[in-house]
């Protein structure tokens, strides 16, 4: 083997050497960078079973008493919806890349904050349908007949962490009726604890991330 040839020999065992090296490390390094991007309490979603909605879905005896403190035992008569909306909802957005986060907390007139830990939050796209809800249970505190089930192809469903902090990714934009309850007891001055439900509106549009707080005044 001649001197020149055993030159070329030792810069390819080089080259395969170090391109070896840089390829481990690179298959080495990727899961870390994965595992810093989770949010393993904001990103996971749930189904309308494990969030408070009995306005929207169940036909029991759970009203809103006081705008928004749920009472489990008024027989109030139920007010009747309007007609489901079809031509609303199929021209709402079905995927989208907005943000919105925030806190969800009850506070006195002091800013003694009582926080919504580990509760459900859903959002509700704002629609004629909606807008009755909003207006009749929410604010008037009227019992609403079973919600059509097409309402619930709609919802968006997260849950806030220890700290009352909550995010929900890849909202479509739009408005959105932002809807959380906050359970309270003689923190809050009731003798018997009570859920309190929260609702406000919010807009997004495209990958804006929108900083939105679920809070009331305890009353």
Not at 23 to 35: F, G, I
Request: charged share 25%; hydrophobic share 35%.
């Amino acid at each position: 083997m001649t001197k020149k040839t055993m030159m070329i020999t030792g810069v390819f065992l080089l080259l395969f050497f170090f391109s070896g090296c840089a390829q481990r490390e690179l298959v080495l390094d990727a899961p870390d960078v994965q595992q810093s991007q989770d949010n393993t309490w904001a990103n996971e979603t749930d189904t309308e079973e494990n969030v408070d909605i009995s306005d929207l879905e169940k036909e029991d005896n759970v009203t809103v008493e006081e705008k928004t403190v749920i009472d489990e035992h008024d027989p109030m008569e139920k007010m009747e919806r309007i007609t489901f909306p079809v031509d609303e909802y199929k021209h709402l957005a079905k995927t989208g890349k907005g943000t919105v986060k925030g806190f969800i907390y009850l506070k006195d007139a002091y800013d003694k904050r009582v926080v919504g830990a580990n509760t459900r939050l859903y959002l509700n796209p704002v629609t004629s349908y909606s807008k009755q809800w909003y207006k009749e249970s929410y604010l008037g505190g009227y019992k609403m007949q079973k919600a059509d089930s097409r309402l619930f192809n709609y919802l968006r469903f997260t849950a806030s962490n220890n700290e009352g902090k909550f995010a929900f990714y890849g909202v479509p934009t739009g408005r959105y009726y932002l809807i959380g309850t906050v359970r309270c007891s003689s923190e809050c001055g009731y003798s018997t604890p009570k859920n309190i439900r929260i609702a406000t509106q919010v807009a997004i549009s495209g990958n804006q991330v929108v900083q939105k707080d679920l809070t009331r005044l305890i009353e």
